[in-house]
């Protein structure tokens, strides 16, 4: 990975506030936390659908995967090819959706505390973790509608009009980045894989200013191996929902 001046790779605000290429001094640990960015030395290996490399047996796994979970999103951040920067969202075993989206840069940049941080957008097979219909970033005042998390600060959300040029293209800090129409279809489809989306089957609470959760709407879900997606011991509170991210 390439070194780099401190980046922002955060959403761009309604009003173009800040930009994606804007230098910023001094560049924090609280602003790569809020971009959802790795630090460097956590970042694992990738994680592809096998340990031993085959192709077969990583597609058999993951259609093992679609067969037993309503809804499976599959996120390829490849930086090329014909199926590069692409969300396909699969619901009870049929392909009902394929959308260009913006995965992490994959770039490096070290904060005020010395501390260095890859833009990545880590691979393997998740669980949901968290969903909000609206997520402000405090520290850039910049909103991420229909966020749905699956590791640590990185989600699938909408991004700013200004940002959607950009999409099939890696541009973001580590998130999976989508319009606002579909990031609301994707966070109403894992909302139905729990116990739906119709009155009186969750509530929004407001956590916070600009932070409207989404509570109740979760089920005791299976555990999956972040390797293969499969069933593993024990149970999990999320949604029955997988989600895939490869290369």
Known sequence: MKMFLPTLLALSLSGAAVADSEILHPFTDEMAESLGMTP???VEPVVNANSTGSSEKSAGSLNQVISDNRVVIVINKAPRGSE????????????????????????????????AYVSTTPTGFYRPTKMYTDYLSYTWNAPMPNAVFFIGGIAIHATGTSNYSKLGSRASGGCVRTTLEDSKKIRELVMESGKGSAAGNYVIAREAAGRNIIRGNSLMVPAIS???????AGTVNSWETVIHVHE
């Open 84 to 115: 590069a920067q692409t969300l396909k969202l699969f619901e009870n075993g049929v392909e009902v959706m394929k959308i260009k989206v913006s995965t992490g840069k994959e770039e490096r940049v070290v904060s005020t505390s010395g501390r």
């Open 40 to 42: 460097e030395d956590e």
């Open 226 to 232: 972040k390797a293969t997606g499969l069933k593993a």
